[in-house]
């Protein structure tokens, strides 16, 4: 059962992230990147990891590709004009796919007990929310901090870039 | 194959790490196939949550203390952040470049050439 | 002192100066420049205090800092060259300020300084990152508030057309790191750096691949950091739009911190000696590249700050070149030296062209015809500058490729040190191109018309103490080198 | 503190001083070097009264700049650099009195002449290998300027040429340098000259081969050996001639000086190995470029290919300065005579060369052209120009009585007996060959000489009053060198003294 979920969203999320490359018109990419996320946090559940599913929704499918879907209305891009696809970067790019790919299918094969089922969790019923949290604020404390500050300097840059007149 | 094998039939490590790796490398061919400068940024979260997606299966696959490795989950959430802002930052570039220069395409951008 | 009090003082106060800044307009912005150059001075000196007994591993840095030697002294030299970027941003305040849509004249420009701030503690706490998640963190820290400084002068679309340039590549490039990282944290179920060393040291022989898969990943991503081939190609634009200053702090800041980075992640490594010789292999194939590939590529250059693009891409071949060298077991101290040497003449490079590029409108190296004649000092310290750049005897540049050539040549790095050679011939003939156009070749028309370029004091002196320290380093290189661990 | 900082010191402040204030640059540039020349005079003096012979280090002063790693600035004098000196702090001498100053720009020629001459000076008072390196490249960057500023023809492509090959050249040597140093267990890491030759006898550094192919190739190219010699003749001919004394006369010497102090006595064997090889280009040298010389209708470019030419028989000197003993076994000795005909013959060779290139700077000013079917006549309107041109002419081509005869006659004889006992080796046929050369440069010598100041005096120059003769300063100057070739021509054994005993010491 487990496996069959895995197929379903699986073939889905990439179907949907093929879409993203192929789709000539701005709003459509952004359509199907949501449900390409949508998509992964399903696979997120699949894997036991709610709390990460439920934020993949929130943050990914709602914030950040409403941004984004946001900015393409505001310029109002239209559909792309066909431009003529460049013969080398698309072979450049084949190959750069290829040499990837190997060495990410030689990676995972190696690697030990790859294809054995995941062990069964015992959380004695603690909720990953918890766990997440008490890692986050204790052990994970100072690189916590500098992501705050992260989210200043970004907001300093967005403020700064966008801003119709400097004081 | 019968019912009751069906059921148990779950997906193993290798599965999701290959699915993750074909999402980047979907999300890498996005960025070099693509010029419009929005859907480069969109390849670059693809690839950001196919690496998600591994950090995530890996918890679940080596746990720690009976539950999920958390670790790599807290480390998913500054990913997240981080990839918010840096969106946010470009997004806020990408407009300031539209009021200038009313482009999208990365083969526009000219101006620096010696 | 607990030495992370360092970052929290610097990030307080970069916090403060924005708070007043934005609070009160009516401020000159020169003097916030002015408190910033203050405040990291300050810090600075705050670096010789500091007592890493008096960390405490249970308040939240859990293995994730480290505050030994080779950190403080990186701490060190980020914050020299923050005071030196915050001087040469208050040079640039008046150009950036014309870009920008403003109300006042001198508006938009504070912002600057408190992102200068913010950059330093980020690489700051690069050089002290001992956890594949803190560097993660503190990189994007520098990456982020890069994006902006390159964007900054909105109003020029060269410069955002650098911000988007270094924007998508630099996303790419965390893409890639994180993607690594998640793999070294699946194979080995740590992200510490010290505990990774501990596991190779006896792993199975089967986990090398999906290791070399990760740590790959990782290197891509930290050579877009230092400049280094896979990743070279968004340097000469992006320093070009760039505003100087932060093409200055890209070019030895951020280079300097993800080299910091780079010696841990390879010091972890070393445990494990067939891995090591893999990833080592793998890196002196890069260094020779980027040497090749920078040097040949500046020749041909005409602008003067593409043309120290190109040369900055080949001094990350020679410091790749170095830690390609790090069995040798004395290249840490050569990389260090190099990036001291790297600092004050690339420093005092950036220095001249920004007066000579803010006078004239332009950073063509035709622009730079009868500096000579015209500002005979200012054409002393740059001649200064490149010739250290291009490694001769009595500046401090000689050392630094003194100590890396020996420490390659001892790490049996021939075919290295033979391109290496072919490099620094290349290097002669496009620093000469700047001497010759100073000294030989005769003003333009227009040039000659145009008044003697004025510099500040505050700035007059940075430039003199910069070429002071080339000169007297360059003869006497131990006061720098007792620095180094 | 040894004096001979005060002696470089002398120099390099008076290169700040030129910098710092043009208008009495003039001044100060003749006060300087008058001085340094006066200074090392009298450490001469001092020095001949207070040592034995020439092995004897003596001023030696040293600097510990980095203890740990073996990094020192080390100064001395010994007989064979006490020679060099001589000839450095003569030609700068020179190369400020005797000619033009000029006419833009003063202070930036004459900071960037004594710069020159710092390095060269500070190059031949070192006794560490590492700061004999550094003070020759502190000239690098000069020559390029004032080729480029006040050089004539094809000046700024010359300038270019000369300063990438140089440059290249010596990072080559620098390799070689720290090939030598790494090579070395860490805890005796030195640059000291004398200390690296002891370290080799006693067996403690082993080198590889690739370490003697870069100091030999690094050297070499600084010196114009055969293949490389291209940069050399156009950048004497097209730079100012001050630049073509010093650079010409003591700074290319410092590559044969290299070979002589560090790698001849370091590797007896691949020495002795390659000498087959090195004799073959010393051949192309001698022939190659002499014929080459004959060719030249230019008196400058004649000069700075006849320059190179004679680089040929210090090589010689230096080639066959290894002998093997008759009873075999791998063992050698070094061959006084090639050595100190070696010696005498850098001397001699910077002198005349330097004495040319003053003359045909201060003819180029007067005719704005050497070519030498625009010349002729010269000595009879100025006879102390003919006089001294063919001092300088005899000097170079050899003749009896100027220190070039002795060393040639030296390195002649010392060369014929260095290939063993065996009738007719190669070396006496190589040596038997050289010999020719010295025909070759009697006949463009001579010829250069009559074209010059014998003949018809062209019609431009009949009655005209631009040929005023040399100036009473110009010619003490270059009498001065006169004197000193003389003075070796005659009293070679005074000379051999010095020089003999320093290069056997090793």
């Known amino acids: 059962m487990q496996l069959a979920i895995f197929w379903i969203f699986s073939v889905l999320m990439l179907l949907f992230a093929g879409l993203v490359v192929v789709m000539r018109n701005p709003v459509a990419s952004a359509l199907s990147l949501v449900m390409c996320f949508i998509c992964l946090a399903g696979l997120y559940f699949t894997l036991d990891a709610f709390f990460i599913g439920i934020i993949q929704i929130l943050v990914y499918a709602g914030a950040v590709m409403v941004l984004f879907l946001f900015i393409i209305m505001l310029l109002n891009l239209k559909e792309e004009v066909a431009r003529r696809l460049k013969l080398s970067a698309f072979f450049g790019g084949g190959l750069v796919l290829c040499g990837f790919v190997y060495a990410m299918v030689k990676a995972v094969i190696n690697l030990p007990e790859v294809w054995q089922t995941a062990p069964k969790l015992e959380t004695g019923g603690i909720s990953d929310v918890a766990r997440i949290g008490f890692k986050l604020f204790e052990t994970y404390n100072m690189p916590l901090q500098i992501v705050g500050v992260i989210l200043l300097v970004a907001t300093i840059g967005v403020v700064f870039l966008s801003s119709r007149q400097l004081r | ?114 | 002192m607990n030495p992370i009090l360092l970052e929290a003082v610097l990030v307080c106060y970069a916090f403060l100066l924005l708070l007043v800044e934005a609070f009160n307009s009516r401020m000159p912005r020169r003097y916030f420049g002015w408190a910033a150059v203050v405040g990291t001075t300050v810090v600075f000196f705050m670096t010789f205090f500091v007592d890493s007994s008096k960390m405490n591993p249970e308040a939240g840095y859990y293995g994730f800092y480290a505050a030994d030697t080779l950190a403080i002294l990186f701490k060190r030299f980020i914050l020299l060259v923050s005071v030196c970027v915050l001087i040469m941003a208050i040079e640039f305040a008046p150009v950036l300020v014309r870009y920008l849509p403003v109300e006042k004249p001198d508006a938009g420009s504070g912002e600057m300084y408190s992102l200068v701030l913010f950059a330093c503690a980020g690489m700051m706490w690069m050089a002290s990152a001992q956890n594949f998640v803190m560097i993660f963190v503190s990189v994007e820290l520098v990456t982020i508030t890069f994006y902006v400084m390159v964007a900054m002068m909105r109003g020029n679309r060269a410069s955002l057309e650098a911000g988007i340039k270094f924007l998508i590549l630099g996303a790419i490039a965390t893409s890639l790191n994180v993607y690594g990282i998640a793999w070294i944290f699946g194979t080995l179920g740590t992200t510490e750096l010290p505990e990774i060393g501990a596991i190779l040291q006896s792993i199975d022989s089967s986990l090398f691949p999906s290791l070399l898969f990760g740590f790959g990943l990782i290197f891509a991503g930290i050579s877009f950091k230092v400049a280094a081939f896979p990743f070279q190609f968004w340097v000469p634009d992006v320093y070009q739009g760039a505003p100087t200053p932060v093409t200055a702090f890209l070019s030895v800041g951020s280079k300097a911190s993800a080299f910091v980075v780079l010696m841990r992640v390879l010091e972890s490594m070393l445990s494990n000696s067939e891995l090591s010789s893999k990833i080592l292999f793998m890196l002196s194939l890069v260094a020779g590249v980027t040497i090749l590939m920078g040097n040949l590529s500046a020749i041909p250059q005409t602008n003067f700050k593409r043309l120290l693009a190109y040369s900055s891409i080949a001094h990350a071949g020679y410091l790749l070149m170095g830690a390609a060298s790090i069995v040798s077991g004395n290249s840490g101290p050569a990389i260090a030296y190099y990036l001291m040497a790297y600092l004050i003449s690339n420093m005092l490079a950036f220095g001249v062209l920004l007066v000579v590029g803010k006078s004239t409108g332009s950073d063509e190296l035709v622009h730079f015809n009868g500096l000579g004649k015209k500002s005979p000092w200012l054409a002393t310290a740059l001649t200064l500058a490149v010739l250290s750049l291009a490694g001769l005897p009595f500046t401090v540049g000689f050392f630094g490729k003194f100590f890396i050539f020996s420490s390659a040549l001892q790490a049996q790095q021939f075919i290295l040190v033979g391109i290496g050679i072919l490099g620094i011939g290349c290097g002669f003939y496009y620093y000469l191109k700047v001497i010759r156009a100073m000294f030989w070749l005769p003003a333009s028309k227009e040039q000659s018309i145009s008044s003697p370029i004025e510099i500040s004091k505050p700035y007059a002196v940075m430039l003199i103490l910069l070429s002071i320290s080339l000169i007297i380093f360059g003869v006497y290189p131990e006061p720098i080198f007792n620095l180094i661990p | 503190m040894s004096p001979l900082v005060f002696l470089i010191l002398l120099l390099i402040l008076t290169s700040i001083f030129c910098y710092l204030s043009p208008a009495s640059a003039r001044r100060t540039a003749f006060m300087g070097s008058a001085l340094q020349l006066i200074l090392f005079l009298s450490l001469l003096l001092i020095y001949l009264f207070r040592v034995e012979d020439g092995a004897e280090v003596f001023y030696g002063w040293k600097w510990e700049l980095l203890p740990e790693l073996g990094v020192v600035m080390g100064l001395g004098m010994d007989g064979f650099s006490a020679i060099m000196l001589l000839l450095a702090t003569l030609v700068t001498f020179a190369a400020v009195w005797a000619t033009p100053a000029p006419e833009r720009s003063v202070g930036f020629y004459y900071g960037n002449l004594f710069l020159i001459a710092a390095g060269v000076v500070g190059a031949f008072a070192s006794t560490d290998l590492l700061f004999f390196y550094l003070f020759h490249e502190l000239a690098l960057i000069p020559t390029f300027l004032m080729i480029g500023i006040w050089g004539t023809g094809d000046k700024h492509r010359v300038a270019w040429k000369v300063t990438i090959y140089l440059a290249l050249a010596s990072f080559v040597l620098l390799i070689g340098i720290l090939g030598l140093y790494i090579n070395l267990p860490e805890i005796s890491r030195t640059f000291g000259m004398r200390e690296l030759v002891d370290l080799a006898n006693s067996g403690v550094l082993q080198t590889p081969d690739w370490v003697f192919v870069m100091l030999f190739l690094g050297f070499g190219a600084l010196v114009s050996l055969f293949p490389f010699h291209t940069w050399a003749p156009g950048a004497y001919a097209c730079a100012p001639s001050s630049v073509a004394m010093l650079h010409a006369g003591v700074l290319k010497k410092f590559g044969l000086y290299g070979l002589l102090r560090v790698v001849l006595p370091i590797f007896p064997h691949e020495m002795q190995e390659y000498g087959h090889v090195l004799l073959i280009l010393i051949l192309g040298n001698i022939f190659f470029v002499g014929y080459a010389t004959m060719a030249q209708r230019r008196l400058d470019w004649m000069l700075g290919y006849s320059s190179v030419m004679h680089m040929g028989y210090i090589f010689l000197g230096i080639a066959s300065a290894m002998v093997p003993f008759a009873g075999g076994g791998g063992s050698y000795y070094l061959n006084p005579l090639s050595l100190g005909g070696a010696g005498i013959l850098m001397f001699a060779h910077g002198i005349s060369i330097a004495i040319l290139f003053a003359l045909s700077g201060q003819l180029r000013r007067r005719t704005a052209t050497l070519e030498f079917s625009e010349l002729g006549g010269m000595g009879k309107t100025m006879p102390a120009f003919g006089l001294l041109m063919g001092m300088g002419t005899f000097a170079s081509i050899g003749l009896p009585g100027f220190a070039n005869f002795s060393g040639e006659l030296l390195v002649f004889f010392g060369a014929f007996g260095s290939g063993g006992a065996q009738f007719l080796n190669f070396y006496q046929i190589a040596t038997a060959i050289a010999v020719w050369g010295v025909v070759v440069s009697a006949i463009y010598g001579l010829r250069a000489y009559r074209w010059t100041c014998f003949g018809e005096t062209p019609e431009r120059w009949v009655g005209s009053n631009e040929l005023v003769d040399l100036r009473g300063r110009e010619k003490f100057a270059i009498w001065i060198l006169v004197v000193f070739s003389l003075l070796v021509g005659f009293w070679p054994q005074g000379f051999l003294k010095l020089l003999i005993p320093a290069l056997l010491a090793q």
């Open chain 2, 1 to 114: 194959m019968d019912i009751a094998n069906f059921a148990e039939a779950s997906a193993t490590l290798g599965h999701y790490l290959i699915v993750s790796g074909l999402l980047f490398g979907i999300g890498l061919m996005a960025v070099l196939l693509r010029r419009n400068i929005i859907i480069l940024f969109m390849g670059v979260e693809m690839m950001l949550n196919a690496a998600n997606l591994s950090l995530v299966a890996f918890s679940r696959f080596h746990p720690v203390g009976g539950g999920p490795a958390v670790d790599s989950q807290v480390f998913l959430f500054f990913i997240i952040t981080v990839a918010a802002a840096e969106v946010a930052i470009g997004l806020a570039i990408i407009v300031a470049l539209y009021r200038a220069k009313q482009t999208m395409h990365v083969e526009d951008l000219d101006s620096l050439r010696f």
